[in-house]
């Protein structure tokens, strides 16, 4: 069993950058994979970043460059840094923990477990 802890969103104006953290408690294994989703208004919810426990990862196209995902193994955690945000950006960022990438792009509720999300908005 797992249980994830985001927080870190806020509202921040069009060019500005965040931080959010997500910590898990429980299972090491379940956690070997980290990932972020993100869910718009009337949209689905997308990947956006995920990282291996050995650091690998991978991004979304809409957010590379932009984004950098890292985790503090000791502390079981891993954080989103989002620099120069648009509108778009703007969503609930979910976190999500899993023992693997299978299925990694397509966020399932039945894939590992999920924190409780954090708002994020970029408006002016």
């Known amino acids: 069993q797992v249980q994830l802890q985001a927080s870190g969103g806020g509202l921040v104006q069009p060019g500005g950058s965040l931080r959010l953290s997500c910590a898990a408690s429980?299972?090491?294994?379940?956690?070997?994979?980290m990932v972020w989703y993100r869910q718009a208004p009337g949209k689905q919810r997308e990947f956006v970043a995920h990282?291996?426990?050995?650091?690998?990862?991978n991004y979304a196209d809409s957010v590379k460059g932009r984004f950098t995902i890292s985790r503090d193994n000791v502390k079981n955690t891993v954080y989103l840094q989002m620099n120069s945000l648009k509108p778009e950006d703007t969503a609930v960022y979910y976190c999500?923990?899993?023992?693997?990438?299978?299925?990694?792009?397509?966020?399932?509720?039945?894939?590992?477990?999920w924190g409780q999300g954090t708002q994020v908005t970029v408006s002016s």
């Open positions: 999500n923990a899993r023992a693997n990438t299978v299925g990694i792009l397509v966020p399932s509720m039945n894939s590992g477990y």
């Open positions: 429980g299972s090491m294994f379940s956690t070997n994979v």
């Open positions: 990282i291996t426990r050995a650091g690998s990862s």
